[in-house]
């Protein structure tokens, strides 16, 4: 069986090319096309309706998390209860689940506990403490996507999963915190772009 990895450049919009040298050879050398994404544009329900093939009003994920009116607080998606059972908020069966049932090995490694990859048969959560913000603090920028990196050439080595999902989270991370297109967006956009190569 052959074996395909899904590489999930999170906030890299098409003006990031021009700064990739491995992905612009890879574009200009295959198949390159731009897409239209659903709207909002949000992270969780992006990666949700690629892992669904639904749209959000199907598979339910309409927001990065959800207000739980039972116990009157806001469930984020990286909160373990809903990062263990992500079927908790997605209604509709992912790709995941489908591939399962016909005996496909499946891992899945993020910068985040994103629930559309949380159903995997083997998967490699970040590195945070429940309890405090050292996630939030320490896991927007680049060195975040190095460990992701690190994390996938792992899995793909000892695991060898048919389907490896892999996130990198740092482009979308920096140009929310700084702008597209500043020195730390530039530079989550470097790191990312060698980390493919690898």
């Known amino acids: 069986m052959k074996k395909l990895a899904l590489i999930s450049l999170d906030g890299c919009g098409i003006y990031n090319i021009k700064h990739m040298p491995f992905l ?13 994404s659903i709207f909002p544009t949000l992270t969780d329900l992006v990666h ?10 199907d598979h339910g994920v309409v927001e990065n998390g959800y207000y739980d009116r039972i116990s009157d607080r806001k469930v984020n998606f990286y909160n373990y209860e ?8 997605i209604k509709s069966p992912t790709i995941i689940d489908l591939l ?30 429940a309890g405090d913000r050292m996630y939030r603090q ?22 060898r999963p ?5 996130h ?10 700084h702008g597209p ?3 730390e967006a530039l530079k989550a956009v470097e790191t990312v772009d060698t980390a493919v190569r690898t």
């Open 24 to 36: 612009s050879e890879l574009a200009e050398s295959g198949e390159f096309a731009v897409v239209d």
């Open 48 to 57: 949700t309706s690629v892992m669904t093939g639904m749209w959000p009003k």
């Open 82 to 89: 809903v990062a263990f059972n992500p079927h908790k908020v």
């Open 100 to 129: 399962r049932q016909k005996g496909v090995r499946t891992a899945a490694v993020s910068g985040y506990t994103m629930p559309p990859f949380s159903g995997t048969d083997v998967r490699i959560f970040p590195p945070f403490f």
């Open 138 to 159: 320490h896991g927007r920028d680049w060195r975040k996507d190095i460990w992701v990196m690190n994390s996938a050439i792992y899995l793909y080595e000892e695991c």
């Open 162 to 166: 048919d389907l490896l999902l892999v």
């Open 168 to 177: 990198f989270a740092s482009i979308d991370g920096m140009s929310h915190d």
């Open 181 to 183: 297109l500043s020195e």
